[in-house]
Protein backbone atom coordinates (compact mmCIF):
# COMPACT_ATOMS: atom_id res chain seq x y z
CA UNK A 1 0.00 0.00 0.00
CA UNK A 2 1.19 3.39 -0.62
CA UNK A 3 1.29 6.23 1.37
CA UNK A 4 0.53 9.40 -0.43
CA UNK A 5 -0.01 12.33 2.56
CA UNK A 6 1.86 15.41 1.35
CA UNK A 7 3.76 16.82 4.07
CA UNK A 8 5.36 20.17 2.32
CA UNK A 9 8.30 18.47 0.91
CA UNK A 10 10.24 21.62 -0.02
CA UNK A 11 9.33 23.11 3.40
CA UNK A 12 11.17 20.08 5.01
CA UNK A 13 14.40 20.21 2.74
CA UNK A 14 14.89 23.69 3.44
CA UNK A 15 15.08 22.31 7.67
CA UNK A 16 17.53 19.17 6.52
CA UNK A 17 20.99 19.09 6.19
CA UNK A 18 22.90 16.76 2.89
CA UNK A 19 23.40 13.75 4.25
CA UNK A 20 26.94 12.95 5.78
CA UNK A 21 29.61 10.96 4.14
CA UNK A 22 29.45 7.23 3.82
CA UNK A 23 31.89 4.98 5.41
CA UNK A 24 33.39 2.57 2.29
CA UNK A 25 32.88 -1.02 4.19
CA UNK A 26 31.57 -4.28 3.73
CA UNK A 27 30.16 -6.16 6.41
CA UNK A 28 32.55 -8.01 8.63
CA UNK A 29 31.10 -11.87 9.14
CA UNK A 30 28.49 -13.26 11.94
CA UNK A 31 30.06 -14.06 15.37
CA UNK A 32 28.63 -15.34 17.87
CA UNK A 33 27.73 -12.78 21.24
CA UNK A 34 30.22 -14.75 23.71
CA UNK A 35 32.74 -14.01 20.80
CA UNK A 36 31.95 -10.15 19.93
CA UNK A 37 33.33 -7.15 21.98
CA UNK A 38 30.23 -4.94 23.45
CA UNK A 39 29.51 -2.03 20.93
CA UNK A 40 29.29 1.22 23.10
CA UNK A 41 25.64 1.51 22.06
CA UNK A 42 23.03 -0.37 20.66
CA UNK A 43 21.62 0.07 17.31
CA UNK A 44 18.13 1.83 17.10
CA UNK A 45 16.00 0.07 14.72
CA UNK A 46 12.59 2.04 13.56
CA UNK A 47 9.46 -0.01 12.04
CA UNK A 48 5.95 0.59 11.88
CA UNK A 49 3.23 -1.38 14.23
CA UNK A 50 3.10 -4.57 11.70
CA UNK A 51 4.30 -8.15 13.34
CA UNK A 52 5.24 -6.32 16.37
CA UNK A 53 5.65 -9.98 17.98
CA UNK A 54 7.40 -11.57 15.19
CA UNK A 55 9.91 -8.88 15.33
CA UNK A 56 10.73 -9.27 18.68
CA UNK A 57 11.41 -12.86 18.23
CA UNK A 58 13.32 -12.75 15.25
CA UNK A 59 15.52 -9.61 16.96
CA UNK A 60 15.82 -11.75 20.17
CA UNK A 61 17.74 -14.38 18.29
CA UNK A 62 20.03 -11.87 16.49
CA UNK A 63 21.24 -10.21 19.73
CA UNK A 64 22.15 -14.05 21.26
CA UNK A 65 23.43 -14.68 17.86
CA UNK A 66 25.39 -11.67 17.38
CA UNK A 67 26.20 -9.76 20.75
CA UNK A 68 24.92 -6.60 19.45
CA UNK A 69 21.96 -4.96 21.11
CA UNK A 70 19.02 -3.24 19.78
CA UNK A 71 16.98 -0.26 20.91
CA UNK A 72 13.60 -1.80 18.90
CA UNK A 73 10.98 1.22 18.44
CA UNK A 74 7.86 1.02 16.53
CA UNK A 75 4.94 3.62 15.53
CA UNK A 76 1.19 2.91 13.98
CA UNK A 77 1.37 2.94 9.83
CA UNK A 78 -0.99 6.31 9.51
CA UNK A 79 1.67 7.97 11.46
CA UNK A 80 5.20 6.12 10.58
CA UNK A 81 6.05 8.60 7.92
CA UNK A 82 5.50 11.88 9.95
CA UNK A 83 6.89 10.07 12.99
CA UNK A 84 10.27 9.32 11.01
CA UNK A 85 10.43 12.58 9.42
CA UNK A 86 10.41 13.98 13.05
CA UNK A 87 12.73 12.28 13.93
CA UNK A 88 15.41 12.76 10.98
CA UNK A 89 14.81 16.84 11.07
CA UNK A 90 15.15 16.59 15.18
CA UNK A 91 18.05 14.16 14.31
CA UNK A 92 16.75 11.16 16.68
CA UNK A 93 19.23 8.08 16.77
CA UNK A 94 18.42 6.32 13.95
CA UNK A 95 20.18 3.27 12.40
CA UNK A 96 18.28 0.91 10.05
CA UNK A 97 14.51 1.48 9.44
CA UNK A 98 11.82 0.37 7.49
CA UNK A 99 11.22 2.14 4.19
CA UNK A 100 8.36 2.06 1.41
CA UNK A 101 9.37 2.05 -1.73
CA UNK A 102 7.29 5.57 -2.29
CA UNK A 103 9.10 7.35 0.24
CA UNK A 104 12.38 6.87 -1.24
CA UNK A 105 13.02 9.91 -3.60
CA UNK A 106 11.87 12.13 -1.26
CA UNK A 107 13.91 10.52 1.65
CA UNK A 108 17.16 10.39 -0.37
CA UNK A 109 16.85 13.58 -1.75
CA UNK A 110 16.85 15.15 2.18
CA UNK A 111 20.05 12.76 2.90
CA UNK A 112 18.11 11.29 5.43
CA UNK A 113 18.80 7.67 4.25
CA UNK A 114 22.04 6.96 2.43
CA UNK A 115 22.98 4.08 -0.70
CA UNK A 116 24.07 0.66 0.39
CA UNK A 117 26.09 0.08 -3.02
CA UNK A 118 29.34 -0.31 -0.96
CA UNK A 119 27.91 -3.12 1.12
CA UNK A 120 28.29 -6.13 -0.85
CA UNK A 121 25.77 -8.47 1.11
CA UNK A 122 23.08 -6.34 0.93
CA UNK A 123 23.66 -5.63 -2.62
CA UNK A 124 23.48 -9.41 -4.34
CA UNK A 125 20.03 -9.17 -5.92
CA UNK A 126 20.68 -13.08 -7.84
CA UNK A 127 17.66 -14.20 -5.84
CA UNK A 128 15.53 -11.11 -5.66
CA UNK A 129 12.50 -9.91 -8.32
CA UNK A 130 13.34 -7.28 -10.23
CA UNK A 131 10.58 -5.19 -9.32
CA UNK A 132 12.09 -5.23 -5.93
CA UNK A 133 15.66 -4.12 -6.68
CA UNK A 134 14.15 -1.35 -9.16
CA UNK A 135 12.14 -0.05 -6.18
CA UNK A 136 14.44 0.15 -3.78
CA UNK A 137 16.80 2.15 -6.55
CA UNK A 138 17.09 5.39 -7.05
CA UNK A 139 19.12 7.62 -9.16
CA UNK A 140 21.36 4.47 -10.28
CA UNK A 141 21.80 3.67 -6.49
CA UNK A 142 20.62 0.90 -4.08
CA UNK A 143 18.79 1.86 -0.82
CA UNK A 144 18.65 -0.87 1.15
CA UNK A 145 17.56 -4.59 0.49
CA UNK A 146 13.81 -5.61 0.68
CA UNK A 147 11.65 -7.80 3.08
CA UNK A 148 8.48 -7.71 2.20
CA UNK A 149 6.73 -7.35 -1.32
CA UNK A 150 3.37 -7.77 -2.93
CA UNK A 151 1.60 -7.01 -6.36
CA UNK A 152 -2.25 -6.32 -7.56
CA UNK A 153 -4.17 -9.53 -8.53
CA UNK A 154 -6.92 -10.29 -10.38
CA UNK A 155 -9.30 -12.38 -8.72
CA UNK A 156 -12.33 -14.17 -9.51
CA UNK A 157 -15.46 -16.32 -8.09
CA UNK A 158 -15.15 -19.65 -9.30
CA UNK A 159 -18.58 -20.55 -8.43
CA UNK A 160 -20.11 -17.57 -10.28
CA UNK A 161 -18.27 -18.73 -13.38
CA UNK A 162 -19.44 -21.95 -12.67
CA UNK A 163 -22.99 -21.67 -12.42
CA UNK A 164 -22.73 -19.02 -15.52
CA UNK A 165 -21.61 -21.64 -17.90
CA UNK A 166 -18.23 -19.65 -18.10
CA UNK A 167 -15.69 -22.33 -18.21
CA UNK A 168 -12.53 -20.18 -17.77
CA UNK A 169 -11.71 -16.77 -16.17
CA UNK A 170 -11.03 -14.08 -18.58
CA UNK A 171 -7.90 -13.66 -20.60
CA UNK A 172 -8.30 -9.57 -21.20
CA UNK A 173 -10.48 -6.69 -20.73
CA UNK A 174 -12.67 -7.31 -23.05
CA UNK A 175 -13.61 -10.89 -22.25
CA UNK A 176 -14.05 -9.26 -18.62
CA UNK A 177 -16.72 -6.55 -20.05
CA UNK A 178 -18.32 -9.93 -21.86
CA UNK A 179 -18.08 -12.38 -18.91
CA UNK A 180 -19.39 -9.79 -16.40
CA UNK A 181 -22.27 -9.01 -19.12
CA UNK A 182 -23.21 -13.23 -19.45
CA UNK A 183 -23.30 -12.91 -14.98
CA UNK A 184 -25.44 -10.24 -14.83
CA UNK A 185 -27.92 -10.91 -17.58
CA UNK A 186 -28.91 -14.24 -15.95
CA UNK A 187 -29.57 -12.48 -12.52
CA UNK A 188 -26.18 -13.83 -10.66
CA UNK A 189 -24.14 -10.25 -9.53
CA UNK A 190 -25.79 -6.91 -10.16
CA UNK A 191 -22.75 -5.69 -10.43
CA UNK A 192 -19.92 -8.25 -11.39
CA UNK A 193 -16.57 -6.06 -11.43
CA UNK A 194 -15.56 -4.27 -8.18
CA UNK A 195 -12.79 -2.21 -8.47
CA UNK A 196 -11.54 0.64 -5.43
CA UNK A 197 -11.73 4.12 -7.40
CA UNK A 198 -11.88 5.76 -3.52
CA UNK A 199 -9.29 8.64 -3.18
CA UNK A 200 -7.26 6.57 -0.62
CA UNK A 201 -3.70 5.36 -0.39
CA UNK A 202 -4.32 2.19 -2.58
CA UNK A 203 -5.66 4.27 -5.15
CA UNK A 204 -2.68 4.56 -7.87
CA UNK A 205 -1.98 0.86 -7.32
CA UNK A 206 -5.15 0.03 -8.74
CA UNK A 207 -4.55 2.13 -11.90
CA UNK A 208 -1.21 1.54 -12.53
CA UNK A 209 -2.15 -2.40 -12.76
CA UNK A 210 -5.27 -1.61 -15.40
CA UNK A 211 -2.52 0.81 -16.85
CA UNK A 212 0.28 -1.26 -17.15
CA UNK A 213 -2.13 -4.43 -17.93
CA UNK A 214 -3.29 -2.13 -20.88
CA UNK A 215 0.25 -2.02 -22.67
CA UNK A 216 0.39 2.07 -21.31
CA UNK A 217 2.26 4.45 -18.75
CA UNK A 218 2.01 7.56 -16.74
CA UNK A 219 6.10 8.64 -17.69
CA UNK A 220 8.41 7.99 -19.70
CA UNK A 221 11.90 6.56 -18.24
CA UNK A 222 13.15 10.23 -18.18
CA UNK A 223 10.29 10.94 -15.61
CA UNK A 224 8.18 12.99 -18.19
CA UNK A 225 4.64 12.72 -18.17
CA UNK A 226 3.17 10.46 -20.70
CA UNK A 227 -0.16 9.44 -19.35
CA UNK A 228 -1.68 11.78 -21.59
CA UNK A 229 -0.74 10.25 -25.07
CA UNK A 230 -3.57 8.65 -26.77
CA UNK A 231 -1.58 5.48 -27.89
CA UNK A 232 0.62 5.09 -25.01
CA UNK A 233 -0.48 6.42 -21.59
CA UNK A 234 -3.37 5.69 -19.89
CA UNK A 235 -6.66 6.76 -21.73
CA UNK A 236 -6.90 2.80 -22.53
CA UNK A 237 -7.60 1.93 -18.95
CA UNK A 238 -9.15 5.03 -17.84
CA UNK A 239 -11.84 4.48 -20.48
CA UNK A 240 -12.29 0.48 -19.84
CA UNK A 241 -13.52 2.26 -16.07
CA UNK A 242 -15.83 5.23 -17.82
CA UNK A 243 -17.04 2.76 -19.82
CA UNK A 244 -17.84 -0.15 -17.28
CA UNK A 245 -19.58 2.54 -15.15
CA UNK A 246 -21.22 4.65 -17.99
CA UNK A 247 -21.97 2.23 -20.76
CA UNK A 248 -21.88 -1.33 -19.45
CA UNK A 249 -23.18 -1.12 -16.29
CA UNK A 250 -21.04 -3.79 -14.38
CA UNK A 251 -19.24 -0.90 -12.30
CA UNK A 252 -20.90 0.42 -9.48
CA UNK A 253 -20.54 4.28 -9.74
CA UNK A 254 -20.17 4.18 -6.16
CA UNK A 255 -16.68 2.83 -7.13
CA UNK A 256 -15.51 6.16 -6.21
CA UNK A 257 -16.46 6.25 -3.12
CA UNK A 258 -15.19 2.77 -2.35
CA UNK A 259 -12.15 1.68 -0.35
CA UNK A 260 -10.28 -1.33 -0.62
CA UNK A 261 -11.33 -2.80 2.50
CA UNK A 262 -15.11 -2.24 1.77
CA UNK A 263 -14.32 -4.16 -2.35
CA UNK A 264 -12.62 -7.19 0.17
CA UNK A 265 -15.34 -7.21 2.41
CA UNK A 266 -17.63 -7.13 -0.82
CA UNK A 267 -16.29 -9.93 -2.35
CA UNK A 268 -16.10 -11.97 0.06
CA UNK A 269 -20.01 -11.85 -0.06
CA UNK A 270 -19.84 -13.73 -2.94
CA UNK A 271 -22.66 -11.40 -4.79
CA UNK A 272 -19.52 -10.40 -7.33
CA UNK A 273 -17.35 -12.30 -10.31
CA UNK A 274 -14.50 -9.76 -10.76
CA UNK A 275 -12.19 -7.72 -8.39
CA UNK A 276 -9.22 -5.61 -8.18
CA UNK A 277 -7.59 -6.66 -5.32
CA UNK A 278 -3.75 -7.21 -3.69
CA UNK A 279 -2.51 -10.48 -3.84
CA UNK A 280 -2.65 -11.07 -0.12
CA UNK A 281 -6.21 -10.39 0.60
CA UNK A 282 -6.26 -14.45 -1.12
CA UNK A 283 -5.88 -15.97 2.01
CA UNK A 284 -8.61 -14.02 3.97
CA UNK A 285 -10.92 -14.54 1.22
CA UNK A 286 -10.60 -18.38 1.38
CA UNK A 287 -10.73 -18.17 4.83
CA UNK A 288 -14.53 -20.00 6.04
CA UNK A 289 -14.47 -17.81 9.14
CA UNK A 290 -14.08 -14.40 7.26
CA UNK A 291 -15.39 -15.19 3.54
CA UNK A 292 -18.74 -16.79 2.10
CA UNK A 293 -16.21 -16.86 -1.04
CA UNK A 294 -13.96 -19.68 1.00
CA UNK A 295 -12.56 -21.88 -1.59
CA UNK A 296 -13.81 -19.87 -4.75
CA UNK A 297 -11.75 -16.95 -4.59
CA UNK A 298 -8.98 -17.83 -7.40
CA UNK A 299 -6.50 -15.59 -8.93
CA UNK A 300 -5.79 -15.18 -12.87
CA UNK A 301 -3.62 -14.15 -14.62
CA UNK A 302 -4.06 -9.78 -14.85
CA UNK A 303 -6.45 -9.20 -18.26
CA UNK A 304 -4.73 -7.54 -20.92
CA UNK A 305 -5.32 -4.66 -22.96
CA UNK A 306 -5.66 -4.91 -26.99
CA UNK A 307 -2.02 -3.38 -26.91
CA UNK A 308 -0.81 -4.89 -23.37
CA UNK A 309 0.21 -7.85 -21.37
CA UNK A 310 -0.30 -9.50 -18.16
CA UNK A 311 1.01 -7.43 -16.61
CA UNK A 312 0.68 -5.73 -12.95
CA UNK A 313 1.92 -3.30 -10.24
CA UNK A 314 4.12 -4.30 -7.33
CA UNK A 315 5.30 -2.57 -4.45
CA UNK A 316 7.60 -3.80 -1.45
CA UNK A 317 9.06 -2.40 1.80
CA UNK A 318 12.89 -2.41 2.54
CA UNK A 319 15.64 -1.77 5.05
CA UNK A 320 17.13 1.67 4.62
CA UNK A 321 20.26 2.76 6.88
CA UNK A 322 20.64 6.65 7.79
CA UNK A 323 23.84 8.91 7.45
CA UNK A 324 24.16 8.20 11.47
CA UNK A 325 24.84 4.60 10.80
CA UNK A 326 27.41 4.92 8.13
CA UNK A 327 28.96 7.89 10.20
CA UNK A 328 30.47 4.81 12.27
CA UNK A 329 32.40 1.97 10.89
CA UNK A 330 31.29 -0.28 13.78
CA UNK A 331 28.06 0.98 14.05
CA UNK A 332 27.51 0.18 10.45
CA UNK A 333 28.82 -2.97 10.53
CA UNK A 334 26.64 -3.73 12.94
CA UNK A 335 23.30 -2.48 10.80
CA UNK A 336 24.44 -4.39 8.13
CA UNK A 337 24.49 -7.28 10.11
CA UNK A 338 20.89 -6.48 11.35
CA UNK A 339 19.84 -5.89 7.73
CA UNK A 340 20.73 -9.23 6.87
CA UNK A 341 19.26 -11.08 9.64
CA UNK A 342 16.04 -9.54 8.61
CA UNK A 343 15.84 -9.00 5.04
CA UNK A 344 18.17 -11.76 3.55
CA UNK A 345 19.60 -14.75 5.15
CA UNK A 346 19.31 -15.83 8.96
CA UNK A 347 21.58 -18.75 9.84
CA UNK A 348 21.44 -19.31 6.18
CA UNK A 349 17.87 -19.52 5.14
CA UNK A 350 15.13 -16.58 4.89
CA UNK A 351 13.79 -16.97 8.02
CA UNK A 352 11.74 -13.88 8.44
CA UNK A 353 10.12 -13.78 5.63
CA UNK A 354 9.36 -17.18 6.27
CA UNK A 355 7.61 -16.90 9.40
CA UNK A 356 5.77 -13.09 8.20
CA UNK A 357 4.45 -15.22 5.70
CA UNK A 358 3.17 -18.00 7.51
CA UNK A 359 2.45 -15.65 10.39
CA UNK A 360 0.02 -13.10 8.61
CA UNK A 361 0.84 -14.24 4.73
CA UNK A 362 2.82 -11.25 3.72
CA UNK A 363 4.43 -11.78 0.60
CA UNK A 364 7.74 -11.92 -0.45
CA UNK A 365 10.54 -10.71 -3.44
CA UNK A 366 12.65 -13.42 -2.84
CA UNK A 367 12.37 -15.60 -6.11
CA UNK A 368 13.45 -19.18 -4.59
CA UNK A 369 11.21 -19.47 -1.65
CA UNK A 370 8.78 -19.90 -4.43
CA UNK A 371 10.16 -23.45 -4.68
CA UNK A 372 10.52 -24.08 -0.04
CA UNK A 373 8.18 -26.90 0.74
CA UNK A 374 6.58 -24.85 3.52
CA UNK A 375 5.74 -22.07 1.37
CA UNK A 376 4.44 -24.22 -1.54
CA UNK A 377 2.59 -25.83 1.37
CA UNK A 378 0.92 -23.15 3.46
CA UNK A 379 -0.14 -21.52 -0.34
CA UNK A 380 -1.71 -24.79 -1.61
CA UNK A 381 -4.13 -24.53 1.23
CA UNK A 382 -5.74 -20.89 -0.26
CA UNK A 383 -3.86 -20.81 -3.94
CA UNK A 384 -2.29 -22.04 -6.95
CA UNK A 385 1.40 -21.11 -6.06
CA UNK A 386 2.94 -21.54 -9.53
CA UNK A 387 0.00 -19.26 -11.22
CA UNK A 388 0.99 -16.71 -8.03
CA UNK A 389 4.58 -16.73 -8.55
CA UNK A 390 4.04 -16.38 -12.82
CA UNK A 391 2.11 -13.10 -11.67
CA UNK A 392 4.45 -11.69 -9.10
CA UNK A 393 7.56 -12.28 -11.88
CA UNK A 394 5.45 -10.39 -14.27
CA UNK A 395 5.17 -7.13 -11.60
CA UNK A 396 6.54 -3.80 -12.27
CA UNK A 397 7.18 -0.83 -9.79
CA UNK A 398 5.07 2.11 -10.20
CA UNK A 399 6.84 4.18 -12.66
CA UNK A 400 5.38 7.81 -10.72
CA UNK A 401 7.38 7.05 -7.35
CA UNK A 402 9.08 10.83 -7.47
CA UNK A 403 9.31 13.61 -4.81
CA UNK A 404 6.19 15.13 -5.72
CA UNK A 405 4.18 12.30 -5.70
CA UNK A 406 1.87 12.66 -3.08
CA UNK A 407 1.51 16.38 -4.50
CA UNK A 408 0.37 15.24 -7.97
CA UNK A 409 -1.55 11.93 -6.74
CA UNK A 410 -4.68 14.06 -5.41
CA UNK A 411 -4.94 16.17 -8.27
CA UNK A 412 -4.86 12.65 -10.97
CA UNK A 413 -6.89 10.74 -8.16
CA UNK A 414 -10.33 13.27 -8.81
CA UNK A 415 -9.11 13.52 -12.33
CA UNK A 416 -9.99 10.06 -12.79
CA UNK A 417 -12.81 10.22 -10.48
CA UNK A 418 -14.23 13.07 -12.63
CA UNK A 419 -14.18 10.89 -15.63
CA UNK A 420 -15.66 8.19 -14.61
CA UNK A 421 -18.63 9.54 -12.90
CA UNK A 422 -18.52 11.14 -16.56
CA UNK A 423 -17.97 15.25 -15.77
CA UNK A 424 -15.05 14.93 -17.91
CA UNK A 425 -13.82 13.61 -20.81
CA UNK A 426 -11.00 10.47 -20.76
CA UNK A 427 -8.90 13.11 -22.32
CA UNK A 428 -9.94 16.48 -20.53
CA UNK A 429 -8.98 13.95 -17.32
CA UNK A 430 -5.47 12.78 -18.27
CA UNK A 431 -4.45 16.52 -20.00
CA UNK A 432 -5.38 18.02 -16.47
CA UNK A 433 -3.34 14.93 -14.40
CA UNK A 434 -0.13 15.33 -16.76
CA UNK A 435 0.15 19.18 -16.82
CA UNK A 436 0.10 19.22 -12.90
CA UNK A 437 2.78 16.23 -13.22
CA UNK A 438 4.36 18.81 -15.68
CA UNK A 439 3.99 21.55 -13.36
CA UNK A 440 5.43 19.68 -10.12
CA UNK A 441 8.41 18.04 -11.92
CA UNK A 442 9.62 21.65 -12.81
CA UNK A 443 9.28 23.32 -9.43
CA UNK A 444 11.04 20.42 -7.56
Known amino acids: MTSIAPLSRRSFLKTTASGLATAGLSA ?58 TKFIGKAPVDTLWVSDSWLPEWADAGWILPVDQYKSLTDNSDVDQFCVDSMTYKGKQYGNTYYSDYMAFIYNADMLAKAGIKAPPESWAEVVDQSKITKDKGLAQWPVLISMAQESWLIEFMTAMVFSNGGRFTDDKGNAVMQDPANGAAPALRWLVDAVQKHKILSPSCVETGELAVLKAFSSGEHAFGLIPKYRLRTLNDPAQSKLAGNAKIALMPKGDKGSHATVGWMRFYGMTPRAQADAQRAADSVKLMEWFGGKADGEYKFQKMLFKDVGSGFGVKSLFNDPEIRAAYAAYGDVDLIGKQQSLARKKDVVAPWFGEWNDVNGTAWQQAIMGKVTVEQALNSSAAKWTELKKQS
Not at 45 to 68: M, N, P, Q, R
Open 28 to 85: APFVTGAGRALATEPINFATWSAAVDTVKSHLAAFEAKTGIKVNYSNSPWAQYRETMI
